[in-house]
T-cell receptor, first 118, second 115 residues
Framework: DTGVSQDPRHKITKRGQNVTFRCDPISEHNRLYWYRQTLGQGPEFLTYFQNEAQLEKSRLLSDRFSAERPKGSFSTLEIQRTEQGDSAMYLCASSLARSGSVIYNEQFFGPGTRLTVL | AQSVAQPEDQVNVAEGNPLTVKCTYS??????LFWYVQYPNRGLQFLLKYITGDNLVKGSYGFEAEFNKSQTSFHLKKPSALVSDSALYFC?????????????FGSGTRLSIRP
């Protein structure tokens, strides 16, 4: 399977614990995005990377959230001291941005990680 | 304010009938518009996009969408609905006018096709 993969698919944790999610994008894609989706809502942008550089972070991304993409390939999203309000589906997406091009290519999404904070 | 709206939470259509899922947008610059579909317990799947050119865009699974600049709309359509089209559909729009701009999603429309 050459699509975007995410691990784990489901995570149940107790309030106050730290969790980390992993995303592996499509191999040639240089952009990687994280979104959060709650029930009945569309995905909300959290942050994105171009290669290893984190170029934008949403105000939704509190200081308890941190994302990395150290080698410009896979990415991790860590939530520290989880709260019940963090319960959501966390989606990762990737796309290809060609240098010097203004074309905006579509994003391809992974299956998501469903987080439940008890 | 830049935004995308899906005015219908749910659309119900009989199998074999045409379907329309509505989307309107408000952005500065040239709109890049997308439709995605989400099946239960799965990620979003790309259906189609409008960048420029022909206002009628054809996508996956027989879906198409019509870009209407004067009405700032990008409605999703299909001539003949299938039960398997039942899913959650999201319209999305690029903010800004560069390849670095992020996209925002509408709140989604649940499409239900009855046999």
């Amino acid at each position: 399977d050459t699509g975007v993969s995410q691990d784990p698919r489901h995570k149940i944790t107790k309030r106050g614990q730290n969790v980390t999610f992993r995303c592996d994008p499509i191999s040639e894609h240089n952009r990687l995005y994280w979104y959060r989706q709650t029930l009945g809502q569309g995905p909300e942008f959290l942050t994105y990377f171009q290669n290893e550089a984190q170029l934008e972070k949403s105000r939704l991304l509190s200081d308890r959230f941190s994302a990395e993409r150290p080698k410009g390939s896979f990415s991790t999203l860590e939530i520290q001291r989880t709260e019940q309000g963090d319960s959501a589906m966390y989606l990762c997406a990737s796309s290809l941005a060609r240098s010097g091009s203004v074309i905006y290519n579509e994003q391809f999404f992974g299956p998501g990680t469903r987080l439940t904070v008890l | 304010a830049q935004s995308v709206a899906q005015p219908e939470d749910q659309v119900n259509v009989a199998e074999g009938n045409p379907l329309t899922v509505k989307c309107t947008y408000s952005v500065s610059g040239n709109p890049y518009l997308f439709w995605y579909v989400q099946y239960p317990n799965r990620g979003l799947q790309f259906l189609l996009k409008y960048i420029t050119g022909d206002n009628l865009v054809k996508g996956s699974y027989g879906f198409e969408a019509e870009f209407n600049k004067s009405q700032t709309s990008f409605h999703l359509k299909k001539p003949s609905a299938l039960v398997s089209d039942s899913a959650l559909y999201f319209c999305a729009v690029r903010l800004g006018d560069s390849s670095a701009s992020k996209i925002i999603f509408g709140s989604g429309t649940r499409l239900s096709i009855r046999p």
